[in-house]
T-cell receptor, first 112, second 115 residues
């Protein structure tokens, strides 16, 4: 049972344009969400988080949006840069545990 | 501090052999996690420790798997009688129990290949 889903395995975007990565979840008890970025041969790197009391969190070029009623979150990267090319994972957890459930990832390619 | 360190980076073993991996977390972090990642999948939770106490274990962690964190510092993950299905990247992460739930810091992983 995949509780966190990233339905787009890959995405290509031109440099300077917006990248939008999507994530859906099924467990209504999830109340904290993270995005990670992963380069080949490295561990995932924490990017940005959002709690269920917010609907938006911004950090530089990265913004995460949360739509609780739709059980959907998205990561916006503006402007996209070639160095952003990586696999992006969303992850979610519920209160009372520090165990995150990860999606299967979306491979982003930013074209120069 | 150089972050979360995992050793070895790569391990090739024959089916049926035992293997042990080591993780050294960021020194001030009191939570330590083990995840497993297979090709095309996201990391899957295996277990986590707060200090030396193992607080949660996944059903993925069969009786062939054991993890320890003596003295609440480094951790080891042992797999006994390895099977080909154990081939994966084993990721260790650590975090501070600050209560904010912010993200972990992952190590670069140990890639296990069972032949």
């Amino acid at each position: 049972d995949q509780q966190v889903k990233q339905n787009s395995p890959s995405l290509s975007v031109q440099e300077g344009r917006i990248s939008i990565l999507n994530c859906d979840y099924t467990n209504s008890m999830f109340d904290y969400f993270l995005w990670y970025k992963k380069y080949p041969a490295e561990g995932p790197t924490f990017l940005i988080s959002i709690s269920s009391i917010k609907d938006k969190n911004e950090d530089g070029r990265f913004t995460v949006f949360l739509n609780k009623s739709a059980k959907h979150l998205s990561l916006h990267i503006v402007p996209s840069q070639p160095g952003d090319s990586a696999v992006y994972f969303c992850a979610a957890r519920s209160s009372g545990t520090y165990k995150y459930i990860f999606g299967t990832g979306t491979r982003l390619k930013v074209l120069a | 501090d150089t972050g979360v360190s995992q050793d070895p980076r790569h391990k090739i073993t024959k089916r049926g052999q035992n293997v042990t991996f080591r993780c050294d977390p960021i020194s001030e972090h009191n939570r330590l996690y083990w995840y497993r990642q297979t090709l095309g999948q996201g990391p899957e939770f295996l277990t986590y420790f707060q200090n030396e106490a193992q607080l949660e274990k996944s059903r993925l962690l069969s009786d062939r798997f054991s993890a320890e964190r003596p003295k609440g510092s480094f951790s080891t993950l042992e797999i006994q009688r390895t099977e080909q299905g154990d081939s994966a990247m084993y990721l260790c992460a650590s975090s501070l129990a600050s209560g904010t739930g912010d993200g972990y810091t992952f190590g670069s992983g140990t890639r296990l290949t069972v032949v």
